[in-house]
């Protein structure tokens, strides 16, 4: 139980395109999904807290224009990075928290983003 | 502002050898602690968290870790490794009513046949 699952998990889009990458929760619901980010060799960066059906809490230094996230089911939650240029190019991992578990995040296998 | 500290970059040990994964955090308030092991093409998996009682915590993979409230630390321990330990570790402290994660910096562990 408690499967995240993440599309795609690599992808490649040249610079000044958009790109979606879709996080679910496979079999429970999600009311809270975070999204984080990691630089090659480094920690996890907390990017931003969504819950369903709400806007997106940022984080500080996180440009939410930049990193458009929608939580619009219990169950997928979307980030979207806009304009993307080389510099957004990183490792993008989504979690999710069920109603009965809030203090247990379950996570995505994540997704390579290369920005060309 | 919460913080935490993972001084190992990179740990190597032999097979069947004990091992210790240090970590320190800064929170002003209780802390919820989580360890979780990260490998290559999956994601994080938590191997224990502590949210208050027995500090000695329990965990999966015959992973333990211990709370000490005076150290500010929560180091990881297993008594005998196995190839299959090999990963990256990360420890996390959890904040607010969604417990959003700060994580460290994660140590790489490297297993000797």
């Known amino acids: 139980g408690a499967v995240v699952s993440q599309h795609p998990s690599r992808v490649i889009c040249k610079s000044g395109t958009s790109v979606k990458i879709e996080c679910r929760s496979l079999d429970f619901q999600a009311t809270t999904m975070f999204w984080y980010r990691q630089f090659p060799k480094q920690s996890l960066m907390l990017m931003a807290t969504?819950?369903?059906?709400?806007?997106?809490?940022?984080e500080q230094g996180v440009e939410k224009d930049k990193f458009l996230i929608n939580h619009a089911s219990l169950t997928l939650s979307t980030l979207t990075v806009t304009s993307a240029h080389p510099e957004d190019s990183s490792f993008y991992i989504c979690?999710?928290?069920?109603?009965?578990?809030?203090?247990?995040?379950?996570f995505g296998p994540g997704t390579r983003l290369t920005v060309t | 502002a919460q913080s935490v500290t993972q001084p190992d970059i990179h740990i190597t040990v032999s097979e069947g050898a004990s091992l210790e994964l240090r970590c320190n955090y800064s929170y002003g308030a209780t802390p919820y602690l989580f360890w979780y092991v990260q490998s290559p093409g999956q994601g994080l998996q938590l191997l224990l968290k502590?949210?208050?009682?027995?500090?000695l915590v329990q965990g999966i993979k015959g992973f333990e870790a211990e709370f000490k409230r005076s150290q500010s630390s929560f180091n990881l321990r297993k008594p005998s490794v196995h190839w299959s330990d090999a990963a990256e570790y990360f420890c996390?402290?959890?904040?607010?009513?969604?417990?959003?994660?700060?994580f460290g910096s994660g140590t790489q562990l490297t297993v000797l046949p």
């Open positions: 996390a402290v959890g904040r607010g009513s969604a417990r959003q994660l700060t």
């Open positions: 502590y949210f208050s009682g027995d500090t």
């Open positions: 969504s819950n369903e059906g709400s806007k997106a809490t940022y």
């Open positions: 979690s999710a928290s069920d109603r009965g578990y809030p203090y247990e995040q379950y």
